[in-house]
């Protein structure tokens, strides 16, 4: 029932900024957590942010990221996003967004459901 499709992946230099927008079907969406991860070639997909589900009024970030990106959502829309600022060239990865019906705060890729295709970002040095 849930359909996710991340977009905004680019190339960008280190030091810029990108924003990650993630679309998602089904009139459930308000009510999901959402959450985004990476995956860097050859390296497991880990754990990025997450936002609560209904206001969004609750995040967080792994900690490496913290102060340089945001993540957002928007319920009118059935969208969320991730702000990336200050990106570094050893991040380049596939960015992935996913929904989970669980409550709480989750942070293992294990904990969601739904997946996007992903999306590329690729910083340059």
């Known amino acids: 029932q849930v359909q996710v499709v991340e977009s905004g992946g680019g190339v960008v230099q280190a030091g810029g900024s990108l924003r990650l927008s993630c679309a998602a079907s089904?009139?459930?969406?308000?009510?999901?957590?959402m959450g985004w991860f990476r995956q860097a070639p050859g390296k497991e997909r880990e754990f990025v942010a997450t936002?609560?589900?209904?206001?969004?009024?609750?995040?967080y970030y792994l900690d490496s990221v913290k102060g340089r990106f945001t993540i957002s959502r928007d319920n009118a829309k059935n969208t969320v996003y991730l702000q990336m600022d200050s990106l570094k060239p050893e991040k380049t990865a596939v960015y992935y967004c996913?929904?989970?019906?669980?409550?709480?705060?989750?942070?293992?890729?294990?904990?969601?459901?739904?997946w996007g295709q992903g999306t590329q970002v690729t910083v340059s040095s």
């Open positions: 936002i609560n589900g209904g206001r969004g009024d609750s995040t």
């Open positions: 996913a929904s989970t019906g669980r409550f709480g705060l989750r942070t293992s890729k294990d904990e969601y459901d739904y």
């Open positions: 089904g009139r459930i969406f308000s009510l999901l957590r």
